[in-house]
């Protein structure tokens, strides 16, 4: 379903935030074939509307450590690029889902949410021009930092 964020509930000390939203209209926009601990998986009815170009996706060993961005919605139905950057990349098999550690760089995103909230999983992660991931996890004794996924995982786990 389409969603609307209309409100933020900020992180505070061990409480992580929180994104609020919507669902807009009661049409299915596709569905879902699985939601696992590397994603939410699935099929669209149609094509959505889209706000950035096609991107290129980087292999594993092309992802560095340095600035990056996010792509998040964190009011309205409007995504917008936020800047990061990659502290660390990790190919552990491990733990797939915290592959990048991630802090946020933004001004504007800080000022907004307190950081990396809940309801931000999902965002894509960029590096130059190519997707090298999505958000997972927000550290909970700072906001400011969170985890994300390779998109190599994603892929591979999307064609299981």
Request: aromatic residues 8%.
């Amino acid at each position: 379903m389409k969603a609307v964020i209309k409100s933020i509930t900020k992180p505070f000390t061990n409480t992580i935030g929180e994104l609020r939203g919507d669902f807009v209209g009661n049409e299915p926009i596709g569905i879902i074939k699985s939601n696992d601990e590397s994603g939410v998986y699935g099929k669209l009815n149609y094509e959505i509307e889209s706000f950035f170009d096609e991107m290129d996706i980087a292999l594993k060993q092309e992802v560095k450590v340095g600035p990056a961005q996010i792509i998040s919605t964190v009011f309205g139905n409007k995504p917008q690029i936020y800047n990061i950057y990659i502290e660390k990349v990790d190919f552990n098999k491990f733990n797939p889902n915290k592959n990048l550690s991630i802090s946020v760089k933004d001004k504007n995103l800080i000022e907004k949410t307190g950081g990396v909230v809940q309801g931000m999983s999902g965002s894509p992660i960029i590096q130059g021009d190519f997707i090298i991931g999505a958000v997972t996890h927000v550290v909970v004794n700072d906001p400011h930092k969170g985890y994300g996924i390779l998109i190599t995982n994603m892929l591979e786990e999307a064609e299981n």
